[in-house]
Nanobody, 120 residues
């Protein structure tokens, strides 16, 4: 499975960005696809996840109500819509896939990161 993240950029606090993750290879229905992020000097943290077959999702408490994860089956894409961005949302965002527990911190496949910068 290959994952390609894109859509990062610079935005002012309160603004919005949409990240995209292009997924290829494997049998998508078997996978959960998630977004993680890592800020400088901090550990990587879970942001959101989606089970491809069912569309069920999970969102971290820190972004609940502001971020939404969704998929486009036809284009094999997973999106992270980020609204009302805060300074603390800045970091490198990664998309990842697993056939296992969608809420696990261990994901089997990782894409390269995309940088999100939030300024005041």
């Amino acid at each position: 499975v290959q994952l390609q993240a894109s859509g990062g950029g610079s935005v002012q606090a309160g603004g919005s960005l949409r990240l995209s993750c292009a997924v290829s290879g494997g049998t998508f229905s078997n996978y959960a696809v998630a977004w993680f992020r890592q800020a400088p000097g901090k550990e990587r943290e879970f942001v959101a996840t989606l089970r491809w077959r069912t569309g069920s999702t999970g969102i971290a408490d820190s972004v609940k109500g502001r971020f939404t994860i969704s998929r486009d089956n036809g284009n094999n894409m997973v999106y992270l819509q980020m609204n009302s961005l805060k300074l603390e949302d800045a970091g490198v965002y990664f998309c990842a896939a697993t056939v296992g527990n969608m809420f696990s911190a261990h994901y089997d496949y990782w894409g390269q990161g995309t940088q999100v910068t939030v300024s005041s």
